[in-house]
């Protein structure tokens, strides 16, 4: 039955979904989404880079990948007093989640991983919801974490499994699902999702939405990102993709992962109006509140404000 909530998606069923006529699938995944959720309520989330470039991985799509001449400029941790600043302002402009990215391949137990813990209990005690993505978790870290007050972590796994090693070569599928089951197994909630429009097939995009689907639990949110083409990285020049890709995206997600939040993230910059419109129809809700994501931008409050209000959205 549609909206069942299952862990056993098959490649076919997942891509006659997605291939649906492009009505039928807004329309069905509107109906899970309203069946699941209060389908009015978007969530804001306010992303901060707390720890900027110089990052050993060579992801294709990042400016912040030491490989890549980017002009990202690398940076130590961010202080904890600026931090908990941050969080304060977001919150005062809306935002009821608080997400912290830092450019690492993996923790590192020590002064930052502990600067960090105190970040999480600081945002929690002013009480936002928190994420933070910090590369490959250990048992212990993840543990650690959660203690502090942790509510959900983001790993992506970005793309599918046959074209992630067009994307990454310096670490593996297997050790981002290793990380998500740490997570998980700490009691945190999970946050994956991935990135399209960086010369995938549509096959790809499904692949990773069987994937995602097949976790057990669903994923807590799930962060659908369109590509930023940042200078200097290998994917500056990727084709565009064709927008309701994205939507179609984002609305199977919806009926593969019904109580998920799915969240429209990196990328609506370049989105119009109508498609982020035609996202939350199809089941998106969630986005990144904020003139900036971790080192690009992202589109101003005053303007979400205005999309939110002539849709008749709330925020939650
Ligand atoms: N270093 C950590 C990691 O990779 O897990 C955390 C930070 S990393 C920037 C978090 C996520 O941002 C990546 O997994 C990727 O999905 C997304 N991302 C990075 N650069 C992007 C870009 N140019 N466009 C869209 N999404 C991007
Ligand atoms: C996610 O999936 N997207 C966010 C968040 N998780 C950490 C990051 C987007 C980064 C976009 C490129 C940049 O601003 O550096
Ligand atoms: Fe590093 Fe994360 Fe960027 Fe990959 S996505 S280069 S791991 S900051």
């Not at 978007?42 to 890549?68: F, M, N, W």
């Not at 945002?123 to 650690?144: D, H, I, K, N, P």
């Not at 942790?150 to 990454?168: F, G, M, V």
């Not at 960086?198 to 799930?222: I, K």
Request: aromatic share 6%; charged share 25%; glycine share 8%.
């Amino acid at each position: 039955m549609p909206g069942d909530i299952r862990h056993d998606w098959k490649s076919e069923e997942v891509e006659s979904l997605y291939s649906r006529p492009f009505l039928d699938l807004i329309h069905q995944a509107r109906e899970i989404h309203c069946q699941y959720h209060d389908a009015s309520a978007v969530q804001r989330c306010t992303l901060l880079s707390i720890k900027t470039g110089g990052c050993p991985e060579d992801c294709a799509y990042c400016p912040q990948s030491s490989h890549y001449d980017t002009g990202v400029v690398r940076e130590g941790l961010m202080p904890l007093d600026k931090v908990l600043g941050a969080a304060r302002r977001a919150r005062a402009a809306g935002a009821s989640r608080f997400c912290m990215g830092a450019a690492w391949r993996d923790v590192r137990e020590g002064p930052d991983f502990d600067r960090v813990l105190e970040m999480v209990s600081g945002v929690a005690q002013e009480g936002m919801e928190v994420c933070v993505t910090l590369g490959m978790l250990t048992a212990r870290q993840a543990f650690r974490l959660k203690q502090a007050g942790l509510t959900a972590y983001n790993h992506n796994l970005d793309t599918s499994p046959a074209y992630y090693p067009k994307i990454i070569s310096t670490r593996t599928y297997e050790e981002r699902l290793a990380t998500l089951k740490n997570v998980s197994e700490a009691g945190i909630s999970v946050c994956c999702g991935g990135i399209v429009g960086m010369g995938e097939s549509r096959q790809d995009r499904c692949d990773l939405l069987r994937v995602l689907a097949n976790l057990e639990p669903h994923p807590e949110s799930v962060p659908v990102n369109l590509l930023v083409r940042a200078p200097g990285t290998p994917l500056e020049a990727t084709a565009d993709l064709d927008p309701f890709e994205f939507v179609r995206t984002v609305a199977t997600a919806r009926l593969l992962m019904p109580r998920a939040r799915v969240r429209m993230s990196a990328g609506r910059t370049s989105l119009s109006r109508e498609t982020q419109a035609l996202c939350f129809m199809a089941g998106a809700n969630s986005i990144f509140f904020g003139d900036q994501l971790l080192t690009t931008p992202n589109p101003e409050i005053e303007a979400d404000l205005d999309l939110l209000a002539s849709l008749g959205l709330r925020t939650s």
